[in-house]
Nanobody, 122 residues
Framework: QVQLVESGGGLVQAGGSLRLSCAAS????????MGWFRQAPGKEREFVAA????????YYAESPKGRFTISRDNAKNTVYLQMNSLKPEDTAVYLC???????????????WGQGTQVTVSS
């Protein structure tokens, strides 16, 4: 079992930046790949980014590529999502997830946090 708690969301103007954090507790953090997903009202949950267990490999959806950066600190049991050049369409609840390997399919992730709201105003 692993527990995940996100933080860092908020209200920001278009073009601004936010850094999300996801703190993990429970089993050894470094055995899990970590992912970020987002869900806007009335829409399905969508993959944003993921990072391998060691942090050596990262994956991004097309929309945030070049604007978002995922990273992790295994010593702190934390994964981050740096979001720059935010757009109103980035508005959503952002959730972190954990599983042994990386997949972009949300149903295959084993553990989820509660999410943190990101709102981008135009």
């Amino acid at each position: 079992q692993v527990q995940l708690v996100e933080s860092g969301g908020g209200l920001v103007q278009a073009g601004g930046s936010l850094r999300l954090s996801c703190a993990a507790s429970g089993r050894t953090f470094s055995v899990y790949s970590m992912g970020w997903f987002r869900q806007a009202p009335g829409k399905e949950r969508e993959f944003v980014a993921a990072i391998s267990r060691s942090g050596s490999t990262t994956y991004y959806a097309e929309s945030p590529k070049g604007r978002f950066t995922i990273s992790r600190d295994n010593a702190k049991n934390t994964v981050y999502l740096q979001m720059n050049s935010l757009k109103p369409e980035d508005t959503a609840v952002y959730l972190c997830a954990a599983r042994p390997g990386v997949t972009t399919t949300s149903d295959r992730w084993d553990y989820w946090g509660q999410g943190t709201q990101v709102t981008v105003s135009s």
